[in-house]
C-alpha cells in the first residue's frame, strides 16, 4: 500500500524550496510534490507558481500535459498494462481483456472502494518477457493467466 | 568454503523474480553453512534464460536458467552449488551460440561485472578511454570520434563527430550535454540494460563528450517507467564523484564535468531532442522547429550536445581502441556495431550486438529462431512504433541505416518486433494513429489533426463504408503527415500505416472480410 502525507501548504513550500535552486526546477518540484501527497492538489499548484515566479496556468499546463502527474488522488494501488507493440506480439491484448474482466475495469477506471486502478502504458522495456505490467515499482514479466491472478490478488490485498 | 554467484538486478530479471531467487539461494546458502557472495550483475541478455544464475566455479562461470525461486531447493540440492549437471544447466555463457555470435564492444560488459563496482569496471577495461581521451585533448577526441564514423543511435543516424564538432565550436558562457534516455520505443531495451548493466560506460561516454566540447554539465533524462535504471545510474554518479571522476579536475584533470538524472513524466514525445529540452527547462515537451539546431542553441539557449545513451556509451570503446578498430566493422556509411532488441513473438529474444550489414532474415529467422508460439512470422516492424512493418519478402535487407531507408523503413533505435500469422495489419496500422493521437504534443497541425482523422479513417473502412475512399483518404492523410509535421511523431507514423497497406493489402480487403463468416 502506498501512503502519502495529507497535503498542508507549509509541507508544499518546504518540498519545492528543496527544488528550487535547481535548474528548470519544474519537473523535479512536480514529482516530488506527487511523491509526497501521491497527487498535485490546486493549492500546491498556486505555490509552486509562486515559488518559481510563474502563472498558474504554466504550471496547469504541466501538470496536465504529463501523463505521471494527477490532480485527484489516485487508487492505492494502479497496475499498468504495457499496451505497447512488442507486448501486444506477445499475447497482450488476451491479457488486457482478461484483466479488465477479472477487476471488472475498464482501462482508465478505478475500482469504487478506491483500491485498484487500471491503467495502460506504452512500454516497460521488457520486450523479450511481455507481456508485462508494473505495480507501483515493480515489474512483472511473462503475464498469463495464473502470473496475473496473483498481481491481482496482490493489487487488492 | 566460499561460494560466488552471480543473479542479474537488470528489470527483465527482476519481473521474472530474481530478487526472489537471490533470496531462495541465500537461504539454501544459510542452511548448508556457505559464506555466499551474490553479485547482482547486468543481463546478459538472453532473456528467455532469465533469471540466468550463474556460479563461479574453476572452470569458469556455469549458467543456469531459467531459474524460479520455487525450483531453487531442488536445484541446490541437484549441485547447482558445485556448477553440476542439470536439465537446466547451459554451461558457461559465453558459449551459448546467441552471444558466441555476436560482437559485443557496446555490451562488453553488460551482464559480466558488478555494474555498481568502479574497481570491476577498472579492471574490465573501464576508464581507458578517458585516459586515452585527456591526452587527446578535446580536438583529437572530436577527430577520432569523426573518423569513427559514428553515427547517432537513436535513430536519425546523425554523425556524432559533426554534431560533436558544431557544439565544440560554438561559444556560450556554458555549454551542456544532454543524454537522451527515454527510450518509449516498443521493442527497445538496449539503453536500459546499459544503465542498469554497465552505468559507468555511460558515464564515461558523457565525460569523454563533456572533454571534447567543453560543456561542464549534463543531464540524462531518464523516462519514469524505469526505475531501476534510474536508481542504478543515480548510485554509480555518486561513486564516480567520490572517485574523482566527475566534478572538478576530472580524474585528475584540468577539466571540470557533472552528471545529473532527471526523469520524465511519460510523454512519449520527449524522445524527440527538442521536447526533451523544453521538458528539462520544466515546460511541456513540445517540439522546437529547427534551425536553430540544439547543438548551437540547446538547453537553456546554450550549445548542447544532446545523444542517444548508445552513442555517448560508444565513445569509451572508439577512443580507447582508435576509430579504425570501430570503423572496421560495418558496412557502407553504417559503421561499427549496433545493439540490436530482438523482441515481441521471437523464440530468442535478447540484446544482439553485432556490425552492420547482418540481414532482417538472419536476425528473425536464424538468430531469433523463429516465432515464440512457434507458427509463421509474418511481420516485422523494426525502429519502434514509427518503424515500418517489413513482410518476409524483404528478409533480405542488410541491417544499415540507407538499406532499410530505401524500403520506406528504418532502423530507428535497433529494435525488431516480431508477429506471427496471427497478426491483423489493419489493427496494427490503426494503432500507430491512435498512439500518435494519444502522444502527440499539439504543436503541428498534421500530427495532431492527421493521426485523430487516421484512427477515423480506419474505423470507417473497417466498418466497410466506401472502403476504396477511406484508403486514398488514408493515403493522403499519410502523405500530409509525413512532410508537413514538425517532427518525427506525426512524420514518421505513415511508416507503419503505409507499410501495413502496401505489403499487406489483404488484411485491408474489407469487403471480403466482412463477407466472411464470423
Known sequence: ?157 | MSLKLYVPGDAAAVAVGADEVAGALAIEAAKRGLSLQIVRNGSRGVFELETLVEVETPEGRIGYGPVYADEVPAMVEAGLFEGKPHPRRVGRPEELPFLKRQTRLTFARCGIIDPQSLEDYRAHGGYAGLERALSLGPAGIVEEITRSGLRGRGGAGFPTGVKWKTTADATGDRKYLVCNADEGDSGTFADRMIMEGDPFLLIEGMTIAGVAVGATKGYIYVRSEYPHAIAAMGRAIETARRAGLLGQGVAGSSYAFDLEVRVGAGAYVCGEETALLDSLEGKRGQVRAKPPLPAHEGLFGRPTVINNVLSFAAAPFILAEGAEAYRDYGVGRSRGTMPIQLAGNIRNGGLFETAFGVTLGELVDDIGGGTLSGRLVRAVQVGGPLGAYFPRALFDTPFDYEAFAARDGLIGHGGVVVFDDTVDMMKQARFALEFCAIESCGKCTPCRIGAVRGVETVDKLSAGREPARQIEILRDLCETMKFGSLCALGGFTPYPVMSALTHFPEDFAVAERLAEPA
Open chain 1, 1 to 157: 500500500m502506498l501512503s502519502f502525507e495529507p497535503f498542508t501548504p507549509e509541507r508544499a513550500v518546504e518540498i519545492v524550496s528543496v527544488h528550487a535552486d535547481q535548474e528548470g526546477p519544474l519537473l523535479p518540484v512536480l514529482h516530488a510534490l506527487q511523491h509526497a501527497f501521491g497527487h498535485i492538489p490546486d493549492d500546491a499548484v498556486r505555490i509552486v507558481a509562486g515559488a518559481l515566479n510563474l502563472s498558474r496556468a504554466e504550471v496547469h499546463g504541466l501538470v496536465t500535459f504529463y501523463r505521471d502527474f494527477r490532480t485527484e488522488p489516485g487508487a492505492a494501488r494502479t497496475i499498468k498494462l504495457c499496451r505497447a507493440e512488442a507486448c501486444q506480439a506477445r499475447g497482450g491484448d488476451a491479457i488486457a481483456v482478461m484483466a479488465e474482466e477479472k477487476l471488472g475495469l475498464a482501462m482508465g477506471e478505478t475500482s469504487k472502494d478506491g483500491q485498484v486502478a487500471l491503467e495502460e502504458v506504452f512500454c516497460l522495456g521488457l520486450c523479450a518477457s511481455g507481456p508485462s505490467a508494473m505495480l507501483g515499482d515493480r515489474l512483472i514479466g511473462r503475464l498469463d493467466e495464473q502470473r496475473l491472478d496473483a498481481l491481482i490478488e496482490e493489487a487488492r490485498a
